[in-house]
């Protein structure tokens, strides 16, 4: 099955973080003391904030309303702006709300940030992609899957709707089996290497609806018969200039299932590759894969050398530099 980013209790769905103990009331609390009067403390709303993981981040959304009347992220919105102001009020919110949040942002103004779409809808489980459709319409009143329709067109718009179905298969051993394997490779092969023009719909298709360990054994498969992996032959046909970014999210789509940290490691330093840093995506990143840091560091560093932290610092400056590194802390904390 392809990995889970949301804490359980984002899919239990509490609303009732009383049993978190006096801890979040305290956290709240210093916000509203940090963010009250003129001029509001930065340094102490991320030290109550960015300080905590997801799951405690959770309860406070909902605690602070209950407690002072306001939204969380209301009061971050109020209070902070640009990069920085961006990203407490993701912080602000649930896990899945921020995700929402994060495809809003991306699709507001004149086109879209695709990247940040298609980092977050590709290669999720089933269970958190019904989540998101379900919590997008009730914030925005406005159904997901229509929105990509207006904001991607071609592959792209594709390879999401297939991945908005939420349509992976549990693995079955009984089914997925070694010649299941052999033969979608096979059909990849013909549908693409094999074939002038690719059928990128068909490819799309079969994959989305693959768990991860039939992936996995079409992966080998294809390597035994072709000679190069499934991941190299999706680069091949999605080579062209103009097929960059659907390059980059059907590869993430697959990698989120057989590889996901190397995935994720590869989509932080995308965010930050060329001229330019994408601080919308960086950003991103750093706030949803917050609980799975731990394994992102580790392969983020024996593929690239650094940390994320590293490139963090080089990347981003001022206070907005100090949040992010403080999340990356919660979960990762530097020595010294």
Request: charged residues 25%.
């Amino acid at each position: 099955m392809t990995i889970p980013l949301y804490p359980s209790i984002v899919m239990e769905a509490s609303l009732s973080p009383d049993h978190a103990g006096s801890k979040v009331d305290d956290l709240c609390q210093e916000i509203h003391d940090a963010t009250k009067g003129w001029g509001a403390n930065k340094q102490k709303v991320i030290d109550a904030l960015a300080t905590q993981n997801a799951t405690t981040r959770y309860q406070m959304a909902i605690r602070y309303k209950e407690l002072f009347d306001k939204e969380l992220v209301d009061v971050m919105k109020k209070e902070f702006s640009g990069n920085f102001g961006l990203a407490l009020q993701f912080l602000a919110l649930p896990s899945d709300k921020a995700e929402c949040a994060m495809i809003k942002k991306a699709t507001d103004g004149i086109g879209s940030s695709a990247n940040v779409v298609w980092s977050i809808l590709c290669g999720r489980t089933n269970a958190e992609i019904e989540r998101i459709k379900k919590v997008y319409f009730a914030t925005y009143d406005r159904d997901l899957g229509q929105l990509m329709a207006k904001e991607l067109t071609g592959n792209m718009e594709r390879l999401v709707f297939n991945c908005l179905q939420a349509g992976e298969e549990e693995y079955d051993p009984k089914y997925h089996t070694k010649e299941k394997a052999v033969e979608d490779a096979e059909f990849i092969h013909d549908k693409g290497q094999g074939r002038w023009g690719t059928d990128e719909k068909s490819i799309f298709k079969l994959l989305c609806a693959s768990p991860q360990q039939h992936v996995e054994a079409i992966n080998q498969a294809y390597a035994d018969k072709y000679g190069y992996t499934l991941l190299k032959a999706m680069e091949k046909e999605l080579g062209g200039i103009t097929e960059g970014r659907i390059r980059a999210a059907a590869l993430h789509m697959i990698g989120m299932k057989i590889k996901p940290y190397e995935t994720i490691a590869a989509l932080i330093k995308q965010a930050c590759a060329g001229i330019g840093t994408d601080e919308l995506l960086l950003t991103c990143c750093v706030i949803r894969y917050q609980e799975q840091l731990q394994y992102v560091q580790s392969a983020h560093i024996e593929l690239y050398g650094k940390t994320v932290h590293d490139r963090v610092r080089e990347e981003v400056g001022g206070k907005f530099k100090t949040l992010l590194l403080q999340v990356l802390n919660t979960a990762w904390p530097e020595e010294g």
